[in-house]
């Protein structure tokens, strides 16, 4: 055995076999010709037999694609001998012919061991059930263990403030998203996960819908082609500044927006094409004829960089200055990229988000849905620009709801790039200017907290807890003669990382092993004969446990339910005494400096059902007005009611405290009875149901929160419709008054109905819990006590090793929870 083997061996958590490797004489060069049969001799237990099995294809795949890359680097020699002939730095990669520090793959954990075996045990075990009735629910349940859930990490940021540059520098891949344009900017959503099935670099494209496109450009078309009066673009020139915090918003921006955005489909000639009616017409799309065909464009390269080429004209607007030239991102919904040797990435995704969605509906909607699913989001901005500037916390505000009430965040990141750039004076020591960086960072930690504490449309769904500030830097240390790693706060971001998907493994493996030991006592107390006599007492006792149980679910819940109809009713009285100057507010708006024409600007508000997303400065949403005093009244009795904090539960945990008694009921038996084995099965089954629920009352608050704005925009359509159809002289003036005047006749009935839908809503959730409850138990219960087959398989070895694994991972869990507990997070002083 040489080295090379051995280090492969205890990189892979399989130090046990590196014996076994040298009796064998297993080298470098034998261990990447061994085949199937020889890793069967070499390894007899299926666990590490797969482990050994994955990681060996992923070294040869590795090793293929450093060939290949040595050929490309040896033709490109060949076709340019005098480039780089300047002394540069080594990488890892190129002294080892392995990945370097980020790609390189951690040792397997005991977790995801214990997790590959168990998985081999259930799969041996299903195959050994026989064809029946009983068969088909246990596969079922088998099956059901499989669950694999991300935790999201949103990334906002203004163009230009490093965003880019951080993701790359997170993930070890210096150029795979396009950085260091200030003028070009993300348009479309981009996905960053693992790429678990090979070595590639990928990237999987998702297009808007035909309709959806054809609908935006029949809007665009309107606005650069309509002709507008002197009188309609000086319309708002009264001195009444109604502008308020959107004054940025404008006809010229509406107009720039819509004229980027054709001209980036269609080239130079999109007057004539707009013109001829011709904007689906198939030939202008010959570059990309996925867009007409069902699925997906997928990419894929050995290099970062090739990916990234290909990627520019599909996820990014042009520079500013830049002449115009054709892309596709206007086609785009989301872009998926799969990076290969990433741990992190395995159980987190990284995603680069516009600011503020899109004006694409359906677009739109997948940006919410996004935001929604961010437990993390990260907001970049450069240090010296971080308070100073609005987009940044425009950003946060716009989001906020859509993250908070309306979603499952359960902390902000505020990150600063460029911290270590400053200005060095002449004769100013290493040391001085060291400190004078890390004084500034301190400082502007402290600054940014307050600022946050400011924000009061962020305080209402995030407490000072969920708020951090980090300092990170664009550059490699070792260039700063002045600067330490250890001053960059890069590795807490990747620790931050790695903590969620340690995290997130953790609770997979454990609610994989706990479902698996109940399965297993389920059918190895079946095995036992049938029930003994007192069955019938102890299904009545069960039943009663049960009925006790949800009523302690139940009164909880109705106690919620009539605090939000108390708060509710307020916010309905404060929605009508308000919107009448809600509406004056939006509908008189003003651009800075000289008045600006408002009507490009509301022809989009009403084409849009109510909303406006320039792709700088604030949306308009008059829909979210009009919500905003029901939401306001809601708010702190939605966050207590469902809070995003991992450590607490729905219903001020009233369904955490759901028991059947099960353990205390199992004393009464003796241990691995048959009784006692059907008992553990309910257990088991009672924390499956809660962690479902608790996911399924996630969805549900998020969709219950946000049906506010929805219905507004609901009961507000019709007169979108109608000012859709105001054309010519006047045209402002008429799209305004139809907007009043349906506000006002419909105001008594409108706000009424938001409540009684939002309350009818809640009570549907009541009951659906309810009922869950009640049915899966019931169920559950039936087959403990029914099931009896003396033809299974017998599973009691199984059953023991895996509440083994369980009984460990349970308090290797507890104990981690424990020590991060006590662990202070981020300093943000």
């Known amino acids: 055995m040489d080295d090379f083997v051995r280090e492969k061996l205890t990189e892979w958590g399989l130090r046990n076999l590196i014996q076994t490797f040298k009796d064998q004489y297993i080298t470098k060069e034998s261990l990447y010709l061994l085949i199937e049969k020889d890793i069967d001799e070499l390894i007899p237990i299926t666990g590490q037999k797969a482990i050994f099995r994955n990681k060996l294809q992923l070294l040869k795949e590795g090793q293929n694609a450093t060939n290949q890359r040595n050929e490309e680097t040896a033709e490109a020699a060949q076709v340019s001998p005098h480039r780089n002939k300047g002394k540069r730095k080594t990488l890892p990669e190129e002294e080892t012919g392995q990945p370097g520090p980020m790609k390189r793959h951690r040792e397997t954990t005991a977790a995801e061991v214990t997790l590959s075996e168990v998985k081999e045990i259930m799969k041996r075990v299903e195959d050994g059930l026989p064809k029946t009735e009983l068969n088909d629910f246990l596969c079922e349940k088998i099956h059901d263990l499989e669950t694999e859930k991300k935790e999201v ?53 998702e297009f808007i819908s035909k309709e959806d496109l054809e609908e935006d450009l029949w809007g665009l078309k309107r606005i650069v082609l309509s002709d507008t009066d002197d009188e309609e673009e000086n319309e708002d020139k009264d001195e009444n500044d109604g502008g308020g915090d959107v004054t940025d918003v404008t006809d010229e921006d509406v107009y720039k927006d819509a004229v980027e955005v054709l001209s980036t489909l269609y080239g130079a000639k999109w007057k004539e094409i707009c013109a001829e009616d011709a904007l689906m017409n198939k030939k202008h799309f010959r570059e990309i004829p996925e867009f007409f065909e069902p699925g997906k464009k997928v990419l894929s390269s050995l290099s970062p960089e090739k990916l990234s080429e290909e990627l520019v004209k599909y996820t990014r607007s042009a520079s500013e200055g830049e002449d115009t030239r054709r892309g596709f991102w206007p086609l785009v919904e989301c872009v998926t990229i799969r990076v290969p040797n990433n ?97 500034r960072n301190k400082r502007a930690k402290e600054e940014l907290m307050k600022e946050f504490r400011k924000k009061k449309t962020l305080r209402k769904h995030f407490s000072d807890e969920c708020f951090k500030v980090f300092t990170v830097s664009s550059t490699e240390f070792q260039d700063r003669e002045w600067l330490d790693p250890a001053d960059t706060e890069v590795p807490k971001l990747k620790e931050l990382l790695q903590h969620l998907s340690d995290c997130q493994s953790e609770t997979e493996t454990l609610n994989y092993v706990s479902g698996a030991k109940g399965i297993l006592s389920l059918i ?28 302690t679910v139940s009164g909880p819940i109705q106690e919620a339910i009539s605090a939000f109809e108390n708060q509710l009713r307020r916010g309905v009285d404060n929605s009508k005494s308000t919107c009448d100057r809600t509406l004056e507010f939006f509908l008189k708006l003003k651009g800075k400096g000289k008045g600006r024409g408002f009507h490009r600007t509301l022809k989009c508000v009403v084409k849009n059902s109510g909303v406006y ?62 009784m006692q084995l059907r008992l553990e099965y309910l257990s088991t089954e009672e924390m499956t149901m809660k962690t479902k629920l608790f996911k399924d009352i996630r969805e549900c608050k998020k969709t219950i929160y946000n049906s506010l704005t929805i219905m507004i925009e609901k009961l507000m359509e019709p007169c979108y419709k109608n000012a859709q159809q105001c054309e010519g002289k006047g045209c402002l003036d008429k799209m305004r008054n139809i907007i009043m005047e349906h506000v006002e006749e419909n105001k008594e009935s409108m706000f009424e109905e938001v409540k009684d839908k939002i309350l009818e809503d809640l009570e549907n959730l009541k009951a659906y819990i309810l009922k869950e409850l009640e049915k899966d138990m019931l169920l559950a219960i039936e087959y403990a006590l029914r099931m009896y087959s003396e033809s299974f398989p017998d599973v009691e070895e199984d059953l023991e090793k895996v509440t083994e694994y369980y009984k460990k991972l349970k308090n290797t869990t507890e104990g981690t929870s424990a020590a991060r507990a006590d662990q202070p997070g981020p300093s943000t002083a």
């Open 153 to 205: 990490v949103g990334v906002f940021g203004r163009t230009g403030a490093g965003k880019s540059s951080l993701i790359n520098a997170l993930i070890g891949e210096k150029n795979l998203l396009p950085s260091g344009d200030l003028g070009a900017c993300t348009t479309v959503i981009i996905k960053v996960e693992a790429n678990m099935k090979n070595k590639k670099y990928e990237a999987e494209i």
């Open 524 to 551: 190895q107390g079946a095995r036992y004969g049938e029930v003994s006599e007192d069955k019938e007492k102890l299904h009545t006792v069960l039943k009663k446990n049960l009925t006790h149980g949800l009523g």
């Open 343 to 439: 741990d992190f990435l395995q159980h987190v995704t990284l995603v680069d988000l516009p600011g503020a969605g899109d004006r694409n509906k359906r677009r739109d909607n997948m940006w919410k849905e996004v935001v929604g699913n961010c437990s993390t989001v990260w907001v970049v901005a450069e240090i010296n620009r971080a308070l100073a500037e609005k987009e940044p916390w425009e950003i946060l505000e716009n989001a906020s709801s859509d993250m908070g009430n309306g979603g499952q965040c359960q902390r902000i990141d505020f990150i600063c790039t460029k911290s270590d750039e400053i200005t060095r004076s002449r004769g100013q020591s290493a040391a001085d200017v060291r400190s004078a960086i890390l004084s």
């Open 613 to 674: 997303k320039p792709r700088k400065g604030k949306q308009l949403n008059l829909n979210e007005k009009l919500a905003s005093k029901l939401k306001e009244s809601i708010d702190e009795e939605f966050r207590k009611t469902f809070p995003n904090e991992s450590k607490k539960e729905p219903f001020n945990g009233a369904i955490g405290s759901f028991s059947l008694n099960t353990e205390t009921l199992a004393e009464q038996y003796e241990d691995g009875t048959g």
